[in-house]
Structures are given as structure tokens and as C-alpha cells.
């Protein structure tokens, strides 16, 4: 096995990473995909279609990362939600992952940042009504980041199978 075969299964196990690090906050996400497709496009020994592969992915990347951070900075801001109520769920959410495994991550999130929200408006009907709006807002944008994540990684597939068809 060459050190060009060595670096595209790399790469593919790191996209693949990626990919899941849009959905699972603790794992790297878009960045180790855009660092990804550049690392394959400089060792991977594909020439020209990684070069291709790089900028077409770099642009789904960063397309992805900006959409999901207006998409949820919008709604957050249209909601009035201060993002330390977004930190605070976000610091549940990896402790939760500790106490309660696979969902933990999840359940953390919404209990702090409902609690965070609580404390802010000491009304809770408002603050389930800011947490749900929050939730909401960084599903979709973690939906949208995915998508375009997968676009990527898909772009790359295909320039692998060319680069391979090609040489």
C-alpha cells in the first residue's frame, strides 16, 4: 500500500468524521472536512481533480458553516436569546453526555439551556417558549451545516472514483 492510498483512506475517515461532527457538536465538524478534501488535494495523488475537489468542496463547506451560523444567529437574535444561555446549554449538553449515555448530549443541551432561559426571565412559559425558538434554531442550522457537509463529502467521492478512473 502506497502512502497516496494511505492518505485517501485518511482523509475519507476524517470526512466521514466531519460529516458526523454536523450533528454531534464534540466532534470536529465542517473544518476537519475542509482540511480533509486540502490534505488529499496536496498528498492524495489525484493532480488536478483534487485541486478541483478541494475548491468545489471548500466552497459547500464554508456554505455550510456560514448558513448554519446566520441561520441560527437570526432566529437567536429575533428571539432576544443572549448567547449565554446557548453556552450554558452547550456545557450541560457535555456534561450530560457523561451522566446519561447516547441521548445525553441532547437532554443536557435542552435542560440547560431551558434552565439558563429560566433564570433569564424567571417566567416559565417564556422560557420554554425561547428554548423551544433555540432548539428550533440550531436544529436547523446543524441541518443545513449537514447537508452541505454531505455535498462535500460527496464531492469528493466523485473525484475519487474520476482520479482513479483516470490514472
Known sequence: MNSETVVTILCGLAILVGVAGTIIPVLPGSILIGLSLLAWAIWGGAGTAGWVVFG??????????????????????????????????????????????????????????????????????????????????TGLGMLVEFGLACLAASTWVIGLWVSVATS
Open 56 to 137: 468545489i468542496g471548500l466552497v459547500f463547506v464554508l456554505a455550510g458553516m456560514a448558513a448554519s451560523a446566520v441561520l441560527t444567529g437570526r432566529k437567536l437574535r429575533e428571539h432576544r436569546i443572549p448567547s449565554r444561555s446557548v453556552v450554558i446549554g452547550l456545557v450541560a449538553g457535555v456534561a450530560g453526555m457523561f451522566i446519561i449515555p447516547v441521548v445525553g448530549l441532547f437532554v443536557g443541551f435542552a435542560a440547560g439551556l431551558l434552565l439558563s432561559e429560566l433564570v433569564r426571565t424567571r417566567n416559565f412559559g417564556t422560557a420554554t417558549t425561547t428554548s423551544w425558538a433555540a432548539l428550533k434554531a
